[in-house]
């Protein structure tokens, strides 16, 4: 990707992620990117076609951070406990590579889209379907039963979604915290 397109990438996605994406216009990415409207229309064709860059350039980001995290940790109980830690350091401005927190960037857009445009809302939603199979390989190294592994995959997933709300809507910067422990508790009982 040469420089230029990146650029236009990176401030869409800083612009849309810190004032939502129906409120921020062409022009101002132009001014932001410093680009002619030209080179913008040269490398997307539409805003919907940025804003589905921009979903692709989070998720890498987002993914190469998160599997760093829980790759330092041992497979298993350990990484699932490492990935609170790791949500812990995002929400109060620890996690350098993710920026300030300002809540899930697949969240936000689906709140400002639904399923209104499917190629937006499809993105969204592989996004935390990547998320998802990372937490299921973590989980199928330590639990066998079908029935058992589904339900805790899903309410691992519950929890982090739960911790990245309340940590934008309600304030709470020990969301991951709390969860973190939660999820602990949960482990240390399972049967």
Request: proline content about 1%.
């Amino acid at each position: 990707m040469n420089s230029k397109k990146r650029s236009i990438i990176e401030s869409a996605f800083k612009l849309f992620y810190n004032k939502g994406i129906h409120a921020v216009g062409i022009n101002e990415i132009i001014k932001t990117a410093n680009v002619a409207k030209k080179t913008l229309y040269n490398h997307f064709e539409s805003k919907d076609e940025l804003i589905l860059a921009t979903l692709e350039y989070r998720d890498q980001l987002y993914m190469s951070w998160l599997t760093e995290s829980l790759d330092k940790a041992e497979l298993g109980k350990d990484a699932l406990l490492v990935l609170f830690e790791a949500l812990d350091d995002w929400l109060n401005g620890r996690a350098k590579a993710l920026g300030p927190f300002k809540g899930c960037y697949f969240i936000n857009t689906c709140a400002e889209y639904g399923d209104v445009n499917k190629q937006i809302y499809l993105a969204c939603k592989e996004h935390k379907d990547n998320i998802k199979a990372l937490i299921q390989v973590h989980v199928d190294s330590f639990e066998a039963n079908a029935q058992k592994n589904a339900l805790l995959v899903e309410t691992i997933c519950l929890l982090k979604e739960g911790v990245i709300t309340t940590a934008l809507v309600q304030k709470e910067s020990t969301s991951a915290q709390n969860a973190g422990a939660c999820l602990e508790n949960l482990l240390r009982f399972k049967r």
